[in-house]
């Protein structure tokens, strides 16, 4: 038999299976799957399929002679997940499988949920492999078909079939935070030229995340999180914590409730209420961004009161807590308009928008230090003004292996440029700023993919810069490279940042926002040495995705090293030290859990300063990184971070 008959077949045979907790109606024809390939690498490769898998069917039959091992073994361990088969297979659907289709009227629309444990969108008669992944699934509560249909479907039965328009849906399904995948297939209906049928195939992630702490008995914290309320896409974040020893506020709590993409309005809220020790705030936003190149309106409206203690490191290395109370408002909306692209070559080309927009910001302070001409300007009463025109081009390319542990990503491909506008209302007296915006990324042929940021702002008055900012930004990751332990990356990121004439009080760092080796925005270590008005950060990463499967953690082995450099306006930046971090280490990920990766990293940091151990171990969490996107939304000044 034919191999592409083979696929074929497996991909009807996938489209229709049942799991047990799916209600959905799942009609099954005789027709192709409209993203099948007729010629599949898993089956050609198979020598190199074995390879891979070696060890384990070896372990495997060892620990099978036994009761008790081959029990463990079934706990532990799941089939191995070999990348290079679903690189494979999201090359070749590349091209945009729903051009065949385009015109023809979508008939009906058919909801396919799949378990959070055990199956795929690319193989749904993948069964749960252990009783741990069986009762994942059976405790959690899939996403309901109405919500999936009504608040996350951007077409409807009737419609005339946009291939762009399910292209789009498909990767705005992966890039919310409550599916792990997203696939949606297009099948004609037999005996029909006119009416298709779409299938919409989703995967949740596990919702759930319990968090919490106990130092003592006196002092301990206990929370969760919950990013899928009852199926019904809602996130619920809650965390209570005690001290019995503070003198201060004994009892401090947290909570956020977020409904995403209410109806068909793809409208987001979302309610704050923070009642920590040095944070209380009160908070409310309404907000909806452009979800895709074609989405013509967006906009937000946030209000918040806030009362904090302002940690503020001073010249001399003092350490000052600031108590600060205002009210904060902000509204923005923008408008996009198609030009230059036609939608015959939108795929190939990106579809291009030249975006305006404005914005409205207002700080009110209520309790604040004495603010005059040369001191605390940082916190005088201010109401901002922007105006923003700009020109963005974007498409999308399917990858895997790049921040993600074996998900399909999608990397933005494009450019931006826009130019930033407006005037502030400020307490010291009005002033007015400009900046300017570039941006492009792409793949490099068959040498990785490559962006660049370029960005110029600031301040004018009295026909001086003030708040001004340069910042450069360049990140690279190179292409898979198939190595006998798995697959690989190389990830270069380099950011530039010059201050010009700020505030005494402003300042940048070398610290890292979570402390790890991983972050683009640190140098792995905080240090309150790290900082100036001057930085530039080098940072390398390798990142080895091997083939070990624990529990349904995949495992990575990194090794970084991190370059910084330093130092306030008066001194040379060039001439400053260059302070040095390397490290090595794993991260475990489960693309199933909404949790973050956890890693444990040795890293060496030689000349930090006031650093009496630089030898650092840490097990800690990791936030997924996300692509920088071409998308332009409110305007806003250029960050000095």
Same mark, same amino acid.
């Given at each position: 038999?034919?191999?592409?008959?083979?696929?074929?077949?497996?991909?009807?045979?996938?489209?229709?299976?049942?799991?047990?907790?799916?209600?959905?109606?799942?009609?099954?024809?005789?027709?192709?799957?409209?993203?099948?390939?007729?010629?599949?690498?898993?089956?050609?490769?198979?020598?190199?399929?074995?390879?891979?898998?070696?060890?384990?069917?070896?372990?495997?039959?060892?620990?099978?002679?036994?009761?008790?091992?081959?029990?463990?073994?079934?706990?532990?361990?799941?089939?191995?997940?070999?990348?290079?088969?679903?690189?494979?297979?999201?090359?070749?659907?590349?091209?945009?499988?729903?051009?065949?289709?385009?015109?023809?009227?979508?008939?009906?629309?058919?909801?396919?949920?799949?378990?959070?444990?055990?199956?795929?969108?690319?193989?749904?008669?993948?069964?749960?492999?252990?009783?741990?992944?069986?009762?994942?699934?059976?405790?959690?509560?899939?996403?309901?078909?109405?919500?999936?249909?009504?608040?996350?479907?951007?077409?409807?039965?009737?419609?005339?079939?946009?291939?762009?328009?399910?292209?789009?849906?498909?990767?705005?399904?992966?890039?919310?935070?409550?599916?792990?995948?997203?696939?949606?297939?297009?099948?004609?209906?037999?005996?029909?030229?006119?009416?298709?049928?779409?299938?919409?195939?989703?995967?949740?992630?596990?919702?759930?995340?319990?968090?919490?702490?106990?130092?003592?008995?006196?002092?301990?914290?206990?929370?969760?999180?919950?990013?899928?309320?009852?199926?019904?896409?809602?996130?619920?974040?809650?965390?209570?914590?005690?001290?019995?020893?503070?003198?201060?506020?004994?009892?401090?709590?947290?909570?956020?409730?977020?409904?995403?993409?209410?109806?068909?309005?793809?409208?987001?809220?979302?309610?704050?209420?923070?009642?920590?020790?040095?944070?209380?705030?009160?908070?409310?936003?309404?907000?909806?961004?452009?979800?895709?190149?074609?989405?013509?309106?967006?906009?937000?409206?946030?209000?918040?009161?806030?009362?904090?203690?302002?940690?503020?490191?001073?010249?001399?290395?003092?350490?000052?807590?600031?108590?600060?109370?205002?009210?904060? @408002?902000?509204?923005?909306?923008? #408008?996009?308009? /198609? =030009?230059?692209?036609?939608?015959?070559?939108? *795929? +190939?080309?990106?579809? %291009?928008?030249?975006?305006?927009?404005?914005?409205?910001?207002?700080?009110?302070?209520?309790?604040?230090?004495?603010?005059?001409?040369?001191?605390?300007?940082?916190?005088?009463?201010?109401?901002?003004?922007?105006?923003?025109?700009?020109?963005?081009?974007?498409?999308?390319?399917?990858?895997?292996?790049?921040?993600?542990?074996?998900?399909?990503?999608?990397?933005?491909?494009?450019?931006?440029?826009?130019?930033?506008?407006?005037?502030?209302?400020?307490?010291?007296?009005?002033?007015?700023?400009?900046?300017?915006?570039?941006?492009?990324?792409?793949?490099?042929?068959?040498?990785?993919?490559?962006?660049?940021?370029? @960005?110029?702002?600031?301040?004018? #008055?009295?026909? /001086? =810069?003030?708040?001004?900012?340069?910042?450069? *930004? +360049?990140?690279?990751? %190179?292409?898979?490279?198939?190595?006998?332990?798995?697959?690989?990356?190389?990830?270069?990121?380099?950011?530039?940042?010059?201050?010009?004439?700020?505030?005494?009080?402003?300042?940048?760092?070398?610290?890292?926002?979570?402390?790890?080796?991983?972050?683009?925005?640190?140098?792995?270590?905080?240090?309150?040495?790290?900082?100036?008005?001057?930085?530039?950060?080098?940072?390398?990463?390798?990142?080895?995705?091997?083939?070990?499967?624990?529990?349904?953690?995949?495992?990575?082995?990194?090794?970084?090293?991190?370059?910084?450099?330093?130092?306030?306006?008066?001194?040379?930046?060039?001439?400053?030290?260059?302070?040095?971090?390397?490290?090595?280490?794993? #991260?475990?990920?489960?693309?199933?859990?909404?949790?973050?990766?956890?890693?444990?990293?040795?890293?060496?940091?030689?000349?930090?300063?006031?650093?009496?151990?630089?030898?650092?171990?840490?097990?800690?969490?990791?936030?997924?990184?996300?692509?920088?996107?071409?998308?332009?939304?409110?305007?806003?000044?250029?960050?000095?971070?």
């Amino acid at each position: 038999m034919p191999s592409h008959w083979v696929v074929w077949c497996v991909a009807l045979m996938g489209i229709g299976a049942y799991g047990q907790n799916d209600s959905t109606r799942y009609v099954s024809k005789k027709t192709n799957d409209s993203l099948a390939t007729k010629i599949s690498p898993a089956i050609i490769d198979t020598a190199l399929i074995q390879r891979d898998s070696l060890f384990y069917n070896r372990l495997k039959a060892k620990m099978y002679k036994h009761r008790m091992t081959r029990q463990l073994y079934d706990l532990i361990f799941q089939d191995v997940y070999n990348s290079q088969a679903r690189t494979g297979e999201v090359s070749q659907i590349e091209v945009n499988p729903f051009k065949p289709f385009e015109g023809r009227i979508i008939g009906d629309i058919y909801i396919r949920r799949l378990g959070v444990f055990g199956q795929s969108v690319y193989d749904t008669l993948r069964q749960p492999g252990n009783w741990v992944e069986r009762t994942g699934n059976r405790l959690h509560t899939n996403t309901r078909e109405n919500i999936i249909r009504r608040s996350y479907l951007l077409f409807k039965e009737g419609d005339a079939l946009d291939p762009t328009i399910l292209r789009d849906n498909e990767r705005l399904l992966r890039t919310t935070s409550i599916f792990h995948d997203a696939r949606i297939l297009v099948l004609p209906r037999p005996g029909s030229r006119q009416f298709v049928d779409v299938y919409v195939i989703t995967q949740d992630v596990w919702s759930l995340l319990p968090t919490g702490g106990v130092g003592s008995l006196n002092q301990f914290s206990l929370g969760f999180e919950q990013n899928n309320f009852r199926g019904l896409g809602h996130q619920l974040h809650a965390q209570v914590a005690y001290s019995g020893a503070d003198p201060r506020q004994k009892i401090e709590y947290q909570g956020r409730y977020t409904v995403p993409f209410i109806g068909k309005t793809f409208l987001t809220a979302q309610a704050d209420f923070i009642y920590l020790r040095d944070l209380k705030q009160i908070a409310f936003r309404l907000y909806r961004p452009f979800l895709t190149p074609d989405t013509k309106y967006a906009g937000s409206i946030e209000v918040n009161h806030t009362r904090v203690n302002n940690r503020l490191v001073a010249r001399n290395d003092s350490v000052l807590l600031v108590p600060l109370s205002y009210n904060y @408002s902000d509204i923005w909306i923008g #408008r996009s308009f /198609r =030009i230059f692209y036609s939608p015959n070559d939108a *795929e +190939g080309k990106g579809r %291009s928008r030249l975006v305006l927009a404005i914005r409205n910001t207002n700080y009110e302070y209520f309790e604040r230090p004495t603010v005059t001409a040369d001191t605390n300007q940082l916190y005088q009463d201010s109401r901002t003004t922007l105006f923003t025109i700009g020109y963005s081009r974007r498409k999308y390319v399917r990858d895997v292996l790049i921040y993600g542990f074996g998900r399909t990503e999608d990397v933005p491909v494009g450019e931006a440029i826009s130019v930033v506008v407006g005037f502030d209302n400020a307490e010291l007296g009005p002033r007015k700023y400009a900046g300017l915006n570039f941006s492009q990324g792409k793949y490099l042929n068959k040498s990785g993919y490559l962006y660049a940021l370029a @960005s110029l702002g600031g301040y004018t #008055r009295n026909q /001086r =810069i003030e708040q001004g900012v340069l910042s450069l *930004e +360049g990140n690279y990751f %190179s292409p898979l490279m198939t190595t006998k332990w798995g697959n690989m990356r190389h990830f270069f990121n380099s950011r530039f940042t010059v201050g010009i004439d700020r505030f005494d009080n402003e300042y940048i760092t070398l610290n890292s926002s979570s402390g790890s080796g991983i972050n683009t925005d640190g140098i792995g270590i905080n240090n309150d040495a790290l900082r100036g008005t001057n930085r530039w950060l080098i940072n390398y990463e390798n990142i080895l995705f091997s083939k070990l499967n624990l529990i349904g953690f995949r495992v990575a082995f990194i090794s970084f090293a991190n370059l910084g450099l330093v130092s306030f306006q008066d001194r040379s930046l060039l001439r400053g030290p260059i302070y040095q971090g390397y490290g090595i280490g794993f #991260r475990l990920r489960n693309e199933n859990l909404t949790f973050n990766s956890f890693q444990i990293r040795l890293a060496y940091y030689p000349n930090i300063p006031n650093n009496a151990y630089p030898f650092r171990f840490a097990f800690e969490g990791i936030p997924v990184l996300r692509f920088r996107d071409f998308d332009l939304s409110a305007p806003q000044l250029i960050p000095y971070r």
